[in-house]
């Protein structure tokens, strides 16, 4: 693992997701439909999601022809030279949909399964969030570092919503019981933005059930190098199962409540 290669993969990362960000900006049709359906109808995707994740897939194959693709719109290839690059090219897509702001290309590299590079784009808010292993993580031109940790009591803390029926009823009933526990939650709709927020100090923590790598890589590779902690269930990583981000001291008794309160299971 060479600074040469984080250096390369960086560079690719922030202008694939910097075009990427622009193309969706800029190329929101007025009558904005819908392509497709996910794993529900509230689930969308979006012509402009596919048009983006094509970009950016043509972009890093022209670039680096030997490396892995995963894609949230579909993109999969395997890949020869142990570097996977795992994308979201719209974080957010019921935000962008309706028009609000909270939307974010992300883009990460990993090496053999470890995560060297994390992009997340967020155009609306003006942004660019970027993390490199061991290097700390950037918002524009600013160091980011997570707020100390409040007691469990007093911490503001961020979540999101699956979209099948059964499994936000689980996350309900989750978050009725950490509500009077907490200082109070929000839900902003982009896990990538909410785990860069947690690394900005904007969110004491964050935890999700249900996110797919696409979704976390990059943003949680910017939270830990902005001094966060991330994991799932007790003792193990972030998954889909259940996504946890919060500074140390703050980590550990909500991870544990997370757990004790069934937030890993519908």
Known sequence: MTDHLKDELLAVALEAARRAGELLRDGRPADLGVAATKSSPIDVVT?????????IASFITERRP???LLGEEGASIPGSSGVRWVIDPLDGTVNYLYGLPSWAVSIAAELDGETLVGVVEAPMRGESYRAVLGRGAWVNEREAAVRPAP???QALIGTGFGYLKERREGQARVLRELVPQVRDIRRGGSAAIDLCDVGCGRLNAYYERGLNPWDYTAGALFAREAGALTGGR???????ELTVAAPQGLFEPLQRLLDELGAWHD
């Open 66 to 68: 030997d490396d892995g």
């Open 151 to 153: 007691p469990l009591d």
């Open 234 to 240: 007790p003792g193990v990583p972030e998954s889909t």
């Open 47 to 55: 012509e402009m999601d596919i048009a983006a994740e094509k970009l």
